[in-house]
């Protein structure tokens, strides 16, 4: 009897160490896509404020965006230049776009990533609504346009929006506070 009870406790104790070990692989998993991401995001971010390229995309953007008749301009694309600088805008919220589905695949860290450019990216993209509407309607030549045109941007957009309406409200991820 004492050989059938010694078994059971031979049994219970391989059990417990099968399942102490598949937990810690979890975690570690779990731990590393973690640690993954945010190298992703942090990778993404560093290369978009020091490329040339990036920074030159985001000039244009910010011209468009706080220059009235620079936006008429790009709005009304009538010649090759105009029609350049509408490029770059649309380059400029591509990058956003590409953000937006990593952030939705879960390739990029979200909760990093906001913390980083929220505000930055809500504004933008209130500020490129009307070259969005230009991309998902169809142009005169008879070609259909992407009605899905940046749809995860808006996604991403909407959902953090509500946070950047209050200018005096600092939300709960910004404050020393919650550093600790």
């Keep these: 009897m004492a050989a059938i009870e010694f078994k059971w406790i031979q049994l219970l104790v391989v059990l417990a160490g099968i399942l102490i070990s598949f937990g810690a692989a979890t975690y570690t998993i779990a731990t590393n896509r973690k640690i993954a991401r945010q190298k992703a995001t942090m990778d993404l971010i560093e290369g978009s404020e020091s490329k040339d390229h990036y920074q030159r995309l985001y000039r244009t953007y910010r011209q468009y965006r706080s220059d009235p008749a620079f936006r008429k301009l790009v709005d009304d694309a009538a010649d090759d230049a105009a029609k350049n600088q509408?490029?770059?805008?649309?380059?400029?919220?591509?990058?956003?776009?590409?953000?937006?589905?990593?952030?939705?695949?879960?390739?990029?860290?979200?909760?990093?990533?906001?913390?980083?450019?929220?505000?930055?990216?809500?504004?933008?993209w209130r500020a490129g609504q009307d070259l969005v509407k230009a991309a998902r309607e169809p142009?005169?030549?008879?070609?259909?346009?992407?009605?899905?045109?940046?749809?995860?941007?808006e996604a991403l957009a909407l959902k953090w929006a509500p946070h950047t309406d209050d200018t005096t409200r600092i939300p709960w991820y910004r404050t020393p506070s919650a550093w600790t």
């Design 139 to 153: 142009p005169a030549t008879g070609i259909t346009g992407d009605r899905v045109a940046y749809c995860h941007l």
């Design 86 to 124: 509408r490029q770059l805008c649309f380059d400029f919220l591509n990058h956003y776009e590409l953000v937006a589905i990593g952030i939705r695949r879960g390739i990029l860290e979200e909760e990093f990533y906001r913390m980083w450019m929220e505000y930055t990216l809500v504004r933008d």
